[in-house]
């Protein structure tokens, strides 16, 4: 079965721009969480989707957005990046809250 | 707000010999989650612990979840060098009986097993 991908893996970008992170999830898991890591802050929730419905949101502002297609896959998007936003990120999916989640690779995002 | 703490966040340890690391939170959750992490790579899944007195072993790691004093652990017994990585506890704070879910990390435990 293959595992949860995520894409870019890689991605600098300069401050004030917009970027897009793409995550499918396992085959047949419909629920998709987003998560940054930082050196300072940790791992921080950033949203929860399932069938195509935001269920959770953490306390991002609202640059930070999301949304999931039919198929599962799911998209992130920062908008007008700051330096603070650089961090990994990382999806997981899950079939559902009692179970356990599988993370993905994770995007490395360095904002200049 | 929920607080997950986890204690100690950096263990050094010989192998062969036991230790504990613990996971304190703040709510009333009975859904508690540990994972591990080797630099610069994911998280890998360990246990899902849901409900009171739930213990779960693999290998040379076993977790237990006290709801009652809203604490976990993580038990090592008899370490062994591969076991080096850093290990997170995660909460769900969503309350019991909602579909979604949403997990608060703790900072996480470094642990370093010198041979």
């Avoid at chain 1, 050196?39 to 929730?45: I, N, R, T």
């Avoid at chain 2, 994911?42 to 779960?56: T, W, Y």
């Amino acid at each position: 079965k293959a595992g949860v991908t995520q894409t870019p893996r890689y991605l600098i970008k300069t401050r004030g721009q917009q970027v897009t992170l793409s995550c499918s999830p396992i085959s047949g898991h419909r629920s998709v969480s987003w998560y940054q890591q930082t050196p300072g802050q940790g791992l921080q929730f950033l949203f929860e989707y399932f069938s195509e419905t935001q269920r959770n949101k953490g306390n991002f502002p609202g640059r930070f957005s999301g949304r999931q297609f039919s198929n599962s896959r799911s998209e992130m998007n920062v908008s007008t990046l700051e330096l603070g936003d650089s961090a990994l990120y990382l999806c997981a999916s899950s079939q559902g809250r009692l179970y356990e989640q599988y993370f993905g690779p994770g995007t490395r995002l360095t904002v200049t | 707000e929920l607080k997950v703490e986890q204690n100690p966040l950096f263990l050094s340890m010989q192998e062969g010999k036991n230790y504990t690391i613990y996971c304190n939170y703040s709510t009333t959750s009975d859904r508690l989650y540990w994972y591990r992490q080797d630099p610069g790579k994911s998280l890998e899944s360990l246990f899902v612990l849901l409900s009171n007195g739930a213990v779960k072993q693999e290998g040379r790691l076993m977790a237990s979840l006290d709801t009652k004093a809203r604490l976990s652990t993580l038990h090592i017994t008899a370490a062994v060098h591969d076991l080096s990585a850093t290990y997170f506890c995660a909460v769900d704070e969503v309350a019991s009986g909602a579909g979604s879910y949403q997990l608060t990390f703790g900072k996480g435990t470094k642990l370093s097993v010198i041979p």
